[in-house]
T-cell receptor, first 116, second 110 residues
Framework: AQKVTQAQTEISVVEKEDVTLDCVYE???????LFWYKQPPSGELVFLIR??????QNEISGRYSWNFQKSTSSFNFTITASQVVDSAVYFC?????????????FGSGTRLLVRP | DGGITQSPKYLFRKEGQNVTLSCEQN?????MYWYRQDPGQGLRLIYY???????QKGDIAEGYSVSREKKESFPLTVTSAQKNPTAFYLC?????????FGEGSRLTVL
């Protein structure tokens, strides 16, 4: 069965530190999608990235970068030079291919606190 | 502005009462979803709908009902049969694999 594990419940860093949020997934499908979402205190989930299982290239977007490794079933998220505004709960999610409904299986989330 | 509107933002209900949460989108998306979030946990799928007049149960559909009479609207009813309804409810719609979420509705059962 598909499953997403975010082992880090809460991380606290000082502003400007780099921080990596871990995500490990389980799926039997060869085609699937991985996502990261940010949930600020307002509650709305903000889409950060979607990656399909055939694209193992790492991606960088500003201070954000993602490391996708199929060999270890991991899709880790790094924030470089963290800022207080990065404080939020971050969710990793999995959607299996062959189903256009994009039902997502979410991890339990990692709460990131960036202290000034 | 395009987006997803959920109402009400906060709702209190007495035990034994049904309550309906509204979700409206003007993004012209075909697919819509309802998720439930409990403290310290990820989101769990309640129901989803890929087209009008059709919907499917998610992982935790018991005690909930939905309808999809219009493309823009996907209301969720939390019935008295739902044993532990106090939670944060998020509605979403999707296009080409990206899910867009509303701001959520926080339901508290007294």
């Amino acid at each position: 069965a598909q499953k997403v594990t975010q082992a880090q419940t809460e991380i606290s860093v000082v502003e400007k530190e780099d921080v990596t949020l871990d995500c490990v997934y389980e799926t039997r499908d060869t085609t699937y999608y991985l996502f990261w979402y940010k949930q600020p205190p307002s509650g709305e989930l903000v889409f950060l990235i979607r990656r399909n299982s055939f694209d193992e290239q790492n991606e960088i977007s500003g201070r954000y970068s993602w490391n996708f490794q199929k060999s270890t079933s991991s899709f880790n998220f790094t924030i470089t030079a963290s800022q207080v505004v990065d404080s939020a709960v971050y969710f990793c999610a999995l959607s299996e291919g062959g189903d256009s409904s994009y039902k997502l299986i979410f991890g339990s989330g990692t709460r990131l606190l960036v202290r000034p | 502005d395009g987006g997803i509107t959920q109402s009400p933002k906060y709702l209190f209900r007495k035990e034994g009462q049904n309550v309906t949460l509204s979700c409206e989108q003007n993004l012209n998306h075909d697919a819509m979803y309802w998720y439930r979030q409990d403290p310290g946990q990820g989101l769990r799928l309640i129901y989803y709908s890929q087209i009008v007049n059709d919907f499917q149960k998610g992982d935790i559909a018991e005690g909930y009902s939905v309808s999809r009479e219009k493309k823009e609207s996907f209301p969720l009813t939390v019935t008295s049969a739902q044993k532990n309804p106090t939670a944060f409810y998020l509605c979403a719609s999707s296009l080409n694999g990206e899910l867009f979420f509303g701001e959520g509705s926080r339901l508290t059962v007294l």
